[in-house]
């Protein structure tokens, strides 16, 4: 299924920035769409972004488009997510996730990476 770590998360202050990166290695990614997904603390997991690996079409939820920005390195066989304009709402636990392109269930999952933005 492939292995997805995330790091970059941190603690921060409304209105700055961070970059979540997510390594992806065990398979080959060109077919795959990867996604970030949050969970906030009570909160269902909720989609955030994603990018098709071939043609770098992307997603947004309505809640981060045009503050966050979703892209890939396919040399580093890398996804990244620039986060700008944070909230304290953007609090969440933030995952990597990866799915085939013509399914609709992700199948590889990272471990997460902690994102708090104080107020």
């Known amino acids: 299924q492939g292995q997805l770590v995330e790091s970059g998360g941190g603690l921060v202050q409304a209105g700055g920035s961070l970059r979540l990166s997510c390594a992806a290695s065990g398979r080959a990614f060109s077919n795959y769409v990867m996604g970030w997904f949050r969970q906030a603390p009570g909160k269902e997991r909720e989609f955030v972004a994603s990018?098709?690996?071939?043609?770098?079409?992307?997603n947004y939820a309505d809640s981060v488009k045009g503050r966050f920005t979703i892209s890939r390195d396919s040399a580093k066989n890398a996804v990244y997510l620039q986060m700008d304009s944070l909230k304290p709402e953007d609090t969440a636990v933030y995952y990597c996730?990866?799915?085939?392109?013509?399914?609709?269930?992700?199948?590889?999952w990272g471990q997460g990476t902690q994102v708090t933005v104080s107020s």
């Open positions: 996730a990866a799915r085939a392109r013509y399914t609709s269930t992700y199948e590889s």
């Open positions: 990018i098709t690996w071939d043609r770098g079409t992307t």
